[in-house]
């Protein structure tokens, strides 16, 4: 199971990114994908996921209503758009996969079996 991470950058406060997170070595449709992400001197925090089958949809509380997530299966990768973005938004953002997620701890890094490498995301004017 390998998952990268790309589509990070440098982006103005209000702007807008869509990361990507291919993934390889499994079929990610039949995995929860999801997306966490650290700030210098925080813990990680979950920012998002989707559901294998079905693909129900969480945000945190914190990204509700600007970021939104999604999933190509013909291309094995989830996508996590960023909008309205402000400067505590930067982070390093790292996608991660699990096959039997337990839905009540989708926020938990513990959780998650397989986390690929971050992508920086910097939000500054």
């Known amino acids: 199971v390998q998952l990268q991470a790309s589509g990070g950058g440098l982006v103005q406060p209000g702007g807008s990114l869509r990361l990507s997170c291919a993934a390889s070595g499994f079929t990610s449709e039949y995995y929860a994908i999801g997306w966490f992400r650290q700030a210098p001197g925080k813990e990680r925090e979950g920012v998002s996921c989707?559901?294998?089958?079905?693909?129900?949809?969480y945000y945190a509380d914190f990204v509700k209503g600007r970021f939104t997530i999604s999933r190509d299966n013909a291309k094995n990768t989830v996508y996590l758009e960023l909008n309205s973005l402000k400067p505590e938004d930067t982070a390093i953002y790292y996608c991660v996969a699990d096959t039997r997620l337990l839905v009540s701890l989708w926020g938990l890094p513990s959780t998650w079996d397989y986390w690929g490498k971050g992508t920086q995301v910097t939000v500054s004017s």
């Open positions: 989707i559901r294998g089958v079905g693909g129900i949809t």
